[in-house]
């Protein structure tokens, strides 16, 4: 006992010290829980019997082997017994089992009820065995009392989900005898007890079989909220081996004795309980099978786990030929292997998957399968005679599928844990992808348009200087003509090139005082001698801190803008004041002009880029003068809008100051 405390609080002392891999400390958890587990099993920390229950009125226990299976009462009693304490555990064997029991008078009669003080009962785990009979000395005359999953539950005097048989209480000390016949493990238990004891102690045990369905439903449950998320295929596959689990379990507790009998013979109840435990064997080998899918392990392993499940149908074919003994020793023989074969594979999940990163890391495998063989062999080898056998281990099968569950539960939630962060990481990096997809079409988009463009405009303009070229005799418009489609082929190459630059050069501008109203007057000089345009400002113009040659190149686009666009022979009105925007001086450049036959452009459109309205293709452009205006004006730290009016189209450029 003072190691199993001592170890219990190393881990404690860990667990809360955090000092612990995540590994680690998920083997430290599940170590604390096995060792919770053991906590109150008797036998295993203390001698034998040194703490017999002072309910239980036996006082003396000893066993007989019947190799023959031949013998009555009265022969084994003349025969040599073996004295034991505790549960007996023979494993499987072909022979009839005697029990010889010492039984004492109650000594002290006046703590039960008188009504009840005159019959006691013997308690028998576990609730699997086939046929036990009770030869009470008092009365030779009678036939046994048999109990047992051969009989009927409802002719029971006494009934609930343990074997029972009830006998009067002596008035002096007794020795009875049990017969036990079973093709399953000979393991026997027995406590003779007076009903109100018997009670109490079936009250715990339905507390105690609600908390452990309760928990593995509760498990269940989160499992199948997890897999109705994500339908994952491992998430699913632990479904159906907790609800195989939870059936098994309730086999094992007589629930199957108690809700079938009436509507199945006992026999046949008997063989679906015996059913029970291949049928979970291979559910639970087909878990891990699915489970360890994820991992890179040996072809060979992987397929020794299938042959182990596939041993299953052979093990009912058995069963149904009456060789229950042997079907259930082999399956015995396939559930002390599996966590071996399991942990060993466990070694080898040193590489990820060829599809993807293993779920767990192999530490964390190598724990969880270290714990499962644990845990099972310390519930399996009793049942040879390999181990300290105390009265707990008669239902050490459900006590593994709780510790078991919650062993796979907890490597669940941390391959979920995996799971959500790599899915998140898909998403991210599928919608980074499809975002670099978005982008990569749209400038495949915008490439196709601006060719589209660029050929259509400068076939025109070649078109135009090829005619004026070619003619004999030009005349003064037909030169005019070939000028100007010249000059927009300069302008759409100049447009282009200065876009290309300007979207690939992200530096600064050259900031610096400039003069507003000098550069309107020079740039109005530049344009033709028919713009008819028309400045007016406020006098004493601030200069304004921004880059020269940007700010000429937006105000040259507004400029040509209006010129190509305006009803013929109308004038353009530019003019400049003071505009502060907040506590922010600045000032704004209006350019408005009467619309031609192009008309107006679209609000929404206008600063697109490439784009060009309905009326504009006889015009020669690029669709990028608005679009790299505004783009320029933006990067001075201004901002250029359309702000048109009922008969002027109207844009306006703000500058800081």
């Known amino acids: ?118 019959r006691l009962v013997l308690r028998i785990l576990p609730g699997h065995l086939d046929e036990i009979a009770l030869f009470d000395p008092r009365h030779p005359e009678q036939a046994p009392q048999m109990t047992g999953d051969r009989q009927d539950w409802r002719l029971a005097e006494y009934r609930s989900f343990n074997q029972n048989l009830v006998l009067a209480a002596p008035s002096e000390p007794i020795e009875v005898l049990l017969r036990l016949r079973t093709t399953s493990n000979h393991g026997i238990h027995v406590e003779a007890l007076g009903r ?25 449950g989160w499992a199948v909220s997890a897999w109705w998320d994500h339908r994952d295929r491992v998430i699913g596959a632990f479904i159906v081996q907790q609800l195989v689990s939870i059936v098994f379990t309730l086999s094992l507790l007589g629930f199957f004795r108690v809700y079938l009998s009436g509507w199945l013979p006992a026999q046949a109840i008997d063989l679906i309980t015996s059913a029970m435990f291949p049928i979970t064997a291979a559910t639970v080998l087909w878990f891990h099978w699915q489970f360890l899918r994820e991992f890179n392990l040996p072809t060979l392993g992987m397929r020794c ?38 942990l060993l594979l466990a070694c080898f999940a040193a590489k990820p998957a060829p599809e993807g990163e293993p779920r767990l890391s192999r530490r964390q495998l190598i724990a969880v399968y270290g714990l499962t063989l644990a845990i099972l062999w310390n519930a399996t080898l009793p049942a040879f005679g390999w181990l300290p056998s105390p009265p707990w281990t008669m239902y050490s099968a459900i006590a593994y599928g709780v510790v078991s569950a919650m062993i796979l539960f907890t490597a669940l939630r941390a391959r979920a844990r995996t799971v959500e962060t790599a899915r998140q990481e898909a998403q991210l990096q599928l919608a980074v992808t499809e975002q670099r997809m978005q982008q990569e079409q749209e400038m495949r988009r915008e490439q196709e348009q601006f060719m589209t463009m660029l050929t259509h405009e400068l ?131 209006i350019i408005s002009n009467t619309p031609g036959d192009a008309g107006r452009p679209d609000p929404q459109l206008v600063f697109k880029k490439y ?47």
């Not at 002072?54 to 073996?82: C, F, H, K, Y």
């Not at 344009?527 to 406020?538: Q, Y």
């Open 196 to 220: 109100d004891d018997l009670e109490v102690i079936e009250r715990q045990q339905q507390l105690f079989i609600g908390a452990v369905l309760a928990f593995l439903l509760t498990i269940m």
């Open 1 to 118: 006992m003072r190691h199993v405390i001592s170890l219990f609080e190393v881990l404690k002392a860990a667990i809360r010290a955090n000092r612990c891999s995540a590994s680690r400390q998920m083997l430290a958890r599940c170590c604390l829980i096995w060792l919770l587990a053991l906590w109150q099993a008797p036998g295993l920390a203390e001698p034998m019997g040194a703490a017999r229950d002072q309910r239980d009125r036996i006082s003396e226990r000893a066993w007989l082997d019947d190799p023959s299976n031949s013998l009555g009462p009265e022969q084994v009693r003349s025969m040599a017994w073996t004295p034991y304490a505790g549960p007996l555990r023979r494993g499987f064997i072909a022979s009839t089992t005697w029990l010889r029991l010492k039984i004492e008078p109650e000594t002290d009669a006046g703590r039960l009820n008188p009504d009840r003080q005159s």
């Open 305 to 342: 786990v299938k042959w182990l499940a596939a041993a299953t149908p052979l093990i009912l074919l058995l069963m149904l030929a009456g060789l229950m003994r042997q079907a259930l020793q082999l399956t015995m023989i396939v559930t002390v292997l599996t966590p071996l074969m399991l």
């Open 459 to 589: 076939t025109n303009a070649l078109a135009t200087a090829h005619l004026a070229i070619g003619s004999l005799a030009p005349t003064s418009p037909m030169r005019g003509r070939g000028y100007r489609a010249i000059n927009g082929m300069r302008d759409i190459i100049r447009r282009c090139s200065l876009n290309g630059a300007f979207e690939a050069d992200d530096s600064a501008p050259q900031r610096a005082p400039v003069n507003v109203w000098a550069l309107l007057q020079d740039l109005s000089k530049q344009m033709p001698a028919h713009a008819n345009i028309v400045l007016s400002a406020e006098a004493d113009l601030p200069d304004c801190a921004t880059d020269r040659q940007l700010l000429g190149v937006v105000l040259s686009n507004l400029l040509d803008n209006a010129l190509k666009y305006r009803a013929e022979a109308s004038a353009i009105e530019v003019s400049a004041q003071p505009q502060p925007r907040g506590a922010l001086a600045g000032l704004q450049m």
């Open 611 to 657: 784009w060009r309205g309905p009326g504009a293709t006889r015009f020669a452009g690029s669709g990028l003068g608005l679009y790299l205006s505004a783009l320029i004006a933006q990067r001075l730290g201004g901002e250029l809008r359309y702000r048109p009016e009922n008969s002027q189209v109207r844009f306006e450029l703000w500058l800081p100051v």
